[in-house]
């Protein structure tokens, strides 16, 4: 394995590349002037395997304090990460899967990938200037408290999905799709005591008395009524009322939860986005602590992207363009970066083309060019994510009449 020397850093400095798995991480240690130290070693992933890397950098007889690259691969990273920073303060920097790939390409080795060939692109990527330095503690709480919220929104819905089949097999025909009829909705007062009480009655039609008491007194006497009148009329619960009764209590027990677990996240989602700069996203209209949590997360530090072209481009929503001698392709979006970045920037346009006089105007002239709503909001996300950058970088609050003046006064 050939390391590649570069100016950048002194050739006596000692340079270290982890290449992280889930058990064991693949080291390499190496220098400019010497070249590769020792063998590349796998090491542990627990404390002693951090013990055994401090002790080949001391024995590694370079001067000096090491620079430390390692690949940011999902959450594999982040425990060797603290400890490194803390033994090492400023010298470790993270690496994105997607540069070490690029630069294994530059060193001849796009297509034979290892963690040997990995390790060896990390030390490259380092010794020329590469790497970023890790996120502090805030950010990475705020982004994980994200991430623990869209995941309990997926389950949320999924769970909302198989409610409403439940209950259709035990209740035949009683909460029928919008525009259909009356949709029964798992999130009210009144959706709650139906599905309540079709799993307490097994599928039989409650009394009124019964069903105003699961709403806890929040049901008007016409729903009541109505809901009532549509059950008496359903066809019979089927053979096996009994059990999928117990199934839908159940469920109906952890859709509960869920809701509590998302109420809970998002009071943990505002307290976090207060310590950080994206809290100067809130003043945006129609965008709440959730939508400026989302986008700050994957955004912050602004300093990472110089323009604002440049965050636009990194949630994917920049138009991707193909060329080559006979063929010249274009896609509306190119799709790269993280789905989640991309998801928080279009939230926060609808919210601004919602609440916005501003981006009201804007949402408004775009459509009447022509443009079906989706690509209208694309194009708004641009303007947003350019509002976005300025907001995160001047830390100024929102103020509609400035936007627009502006707005007109660059010709946008």
């Avoid at 055994?52 to 982040?78: F, M, N, Y």
């Avoid at 692109?121 to 994200?146: I, T, Y």
């Avoid at 259709?168 to 009480?197: E, F, Y």
Wanted: proline share 5%.
């Amino acid at each position: 394995m050939s390391l590649v020397s570069l100016r950048e850093v002194p050739p006596q400095q000692l340079v270290v590349g982890i290449d992280v798995g889930k058990a064991q991480h693949r080291v390499v240690l190496a220098s400019g002037e010497r070249g590769l130290i020792g063998e590349v070693r796998s090491l542990s992933t627990l404390r002693e395997g951090v013990e055994e890397l401090a002790r080949l950098i001391d024995a590694s007889g370079c001067e000096g304090v090491p620079l430390i690259g390692i690949e940011a691969s999902g959450a594999l990273h982040q425990a060797w990460t603290r400890e490194l920073e803390r033994r090492w303060p400023g010298r470790v920097l993270l690496v994105a899967p997607s540069e070490t790939r690029a630069a294994r390409s530059q060193m001849g080795a796009r297509r034979f990938k290892s963690d040997d060939a990995d390790c060896a692109a990390l030390v490259w990527l380092v010794r020329q200037g590469g790497g970023r330095p890790p996120g502090d503690g805030a950010l990475d709480g705020l982004l994980a408290a994200v991430r623990r919220r869209r995941a309990l929104i997926d389950a949320r819905r999924r769970l909302r999905q198989q409610l409403h089949a439940q209950l259709h097999a035990l209740c035949p025909g009683l909460s029928v799709p919008g525009g259909q009829g009356r949709a029964l909705l798992l999130d009210t007062p009144t959706g709650r005591a139906v599905l309540s009480c079709a799993a307490a009655f097994a599928g039989n039609p409650p009394t009124r008395r019964s069903l105003h008491a699961r709403a806890g007194g929040r049901l008007t006497a016409s729903t009541a009524g109505y809901w009532l009148d549509r059950w008496q009329r359903l066809l019979p619960p089927p053979s096996d009322a009994q059990r999928r009764a117990g199934w839908l209590a159940r469920d109906l027990e952890r859709f509960a939860d869920l809701q509590d677990a998302v109420g809970e996240q998002e009071t943990l989602l505002a307290e976090l986005l207060a310590t950080t700069a994206g809290q100067v996203l809130s003043t945006l209209p129609g965008v709440g602590v959730v939508r400026a949590a989302a986008f700050a997360a994957h955004s912050l530090p602004i300093e990472r992207f110089a323009t604002a072209e440049q965050l636009y481009a990194a949630t994917g929503l920049a138009p991707a363009r193909y060329q080559s001698v006979k063929s010249e392709r274009r896609q509306p979006i190119s799709r790269q970066g993280l789905a989640e970045h991309r998801d928080a920037l279009m939230g926060i346009a609808w919210g601004l083309s919602r609440s916005a006089p501003a981006f009201q105007e804007r949402s408004a002239e775009l459509i009447a060019r022509g443009m079906r709503p989706m690509q209208a909001r694309v194009a708004v996300a641009r303007h947003a994510c350019r509002l976005c950058h300025a907001l995160l970088r001047r830390q100024e609050p929102y103020d509609d009449q400035r936007y627009r003046e502006q707005r007109h006064r660059r010709g946008r």
